[in-house]
């Protein structure tokens, strides 16, 4: 099995104060190979994925849905495909480059249903007024804060009474055999094929460095149970590696 050089590793261990620039640093790098290699990752299963979230944001047709770090755009775009009812879409995020892959690929979109504002933002302080959001949604963002407890205080603000948060995240797989499986995969498949196909080996250790210290499933839930959210649930989805969370902002 093949394993990523120690350089790669040590920079990828990246020290919690330096984090925010060096995460911005890499999305901006790897910004035009980025969808291609999340296709290469999970096989296609992350189209699959993003869908399942959409159709759950636009359970209750929100007026007004804020996708987090949206990144190029496909939770957007996903949300868009599945509303029902017209709903206005923002898009945030703070890297310059994902940013301006979702607006191009925003324009070549061959329908509008509903309007999708991408603006650059640090999701972590939000040019958003209070409790002006139905849903506050986001893909792969957790695993990159500090502090989750900043993020969920500042989602908490912006959402209306009674709005959802739904996330979606990679996860650490509850049945030992898939577990080890996706170590196996996650720690030393993609580094290299990050490395391969992309030439970005450090980006792609970061990956699987980055879920190492970011809590289990029904930890995540607990954590955003403390910090204020209500009717916390969950549910895994491709094999338990990945999972949906989805919360309400009470009062
Ligand atoms: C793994 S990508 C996910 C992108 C997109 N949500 C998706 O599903 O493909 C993580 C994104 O989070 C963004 N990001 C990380 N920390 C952020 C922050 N504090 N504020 C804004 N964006 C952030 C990065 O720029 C990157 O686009």
């Known amino acids: 099995m093949p394993t990523c050089p120690p350089d790669a590793a040590e920079r990828a261990m990246v020290n919690q104060q330096e984090k925010p620039t060096y995460v911005r640093r890499m999305f901006d790098a790897i910004a035009p190979t980025y969808d291609f290699m ?12 993003r869908r399942t979230t959409a159709r759950q944001i636009v359970a209750d047709d929100p007026l007004v849905v804020l996708d ?3 990144g190029t755009g ?11 009812a017209p709903c206005t879409i923002l898009g945030a995020d703070f890297s310059r480059p994902m940013l301006n892959l979702a ?12 309007p999708i504002v991408f603006l650059q933002a640090n999701v972590l302080s939000l040019p958003l007024p209070d409790a002006s959001i139905d849903v506050i949604t986001n893909a792969f963002l957790l695993r990159n804060l500090v502090d989750l407890n900043v993020l969920f205080s500042e989602c908490l603000r912006v959402l209306r009474p009674g709005g959802k948060f739904i996330t979606l995240e990679i996860t650490h797989p509850p ?20 490395n391969l196909l992309v030439r970005h080996q450090e980006a792609y250790t970061y990956l699987p460095t980055s879920l190492q210290s970011f809590p289990n499933a029904p930890n995540l839930a607990e954590a955003m149970r403390a910090s204020g959210f209500a009717d916390v649930s969950y ?4 094999l338990g590696t990945v999972a949906l969370h989805s919360a309400n902002k009470v009062t």
């Open 38 to 49: 999340n296709t290469v990752m999970t096989a296609g299963a992350h189209h699959l994925w």
């Open 103 to 114: 607006q191009d690929k925003h324009g070549n979109l061959p329908e509008h249903r509903f």
């Open 68 to 70: 987090l770090a949206c």
């Open 74 to 84: 496909d939770l957007s775009f996903a949300v868009m495909q599945e509303a029902m």
């Open 175 to 194: 049945v030992p055999v898939f577990r080890s499986a996706f170590a196996l995969y996650f720690n030393n498949v993609v580094p290299v094929l990050g």
């Open 235 to 238: 549910r895994y989805l491709g």
